[in-house]
């Protein structure tokens, strides 16, 4: 059966910070933690080396481990976490994220961020033009 899911542990670089996240793409959603994308928990904390993850073949197992996972102490994480990656590496450049796929990453979410904004002021976006009826526009 295919991996439709991964459930994964983001640290800051002192390792005092971890944020436990799930996704259907983790090269994709991990180089979006390392270019700060969002401005969520790791943006603020600076948790952006991957340190562990697992995978799923359902989305909803994954769910609902990720929700097992933020229930435990600590120091079980820790554990997990030594039991893989004994020396807390980034994981990252294992799964195929280096500083280049960052960088794409980084430019394509400003690409996209410049056509919302030239959609939001495109003032015929969203207008529909009936001849018939007389509404404002």
Same mark, same amino acid.
């Given at each position: $059966?295919?991996? #439709?899911?991964?459930?994964?542990? $983001?640290? *800051?670089?002192?390792? #005092? =910070?971890?944020?436990?996240? %799930?996704? *259907?793409?983790? =090269?994709?959603? %991990?180089?979006?933690?390392?270019?700060?994308?969002?401005?969520?928990?790791?943006?603020?904390?600076?948790?952006?080396?991957? =340190?562990?993850?697992?995978?799923?073949?359902? $989305?909803?197992?994954?769910?609902?481990?990720?929700?097992?996972?933020? #229930? @435990?102490?600590?120091? @079980?994480?820790?554990?997990?976490?030594?039991?893989?990656?004994?020396? @807390?590496?980034?994981?990252?450049?294992?799964?195929?994220?280096?500083?280049?796929?960052?960088?794409? =990453?980084?430019?394509?979410?400003?690409?996209?961020?410049?056509?919302?904004?030239?959609?939001?002021?495109?003032?015929?976006?969203?207008? %529909?033009? #009936?001849?018939?009826?007389?509404?404002?526009?």
């Amino acid at each position: $059966m295919k991996t #439709n899911a991964y459930i994964y542990f $983001m640290i *800051n670089h002192y390792n #005092n =910070v971890l944020y436990i996240g %799930v996704t *259907n793409d983790i =090269v994709r959603r %991990v180089a979006e933690h390392k270019a700060k994308i969002n401005k969520g928990f790791t943006y603020k904390y600076n948790c952006d080396k991957l =340190v562990y993850y697992e995978t799923s073949n359902l $989305m909803i197992d994954a769910i609902a481990r990720e929700k097992q996972l933020k #229930n @435990w102490k600590r120091e @079980w994480k820790n554990e997990l976490v030594i039991g893989l990656n004994p020396e @807390w590496k980034d994981l990252s450049k294992e799964i195929g994220i280096d500083d280049d796929y960052t960088n794409a =990453v980084k430019e394509h979410y400003k690409e996209i961020a410049g056509q919302a904004r030239n959609d939001a002021n495109d003032t015929t976006i969203g207008k %529909v033009e #009936n001849r018939n009826k007389p509404y404002p526009n």
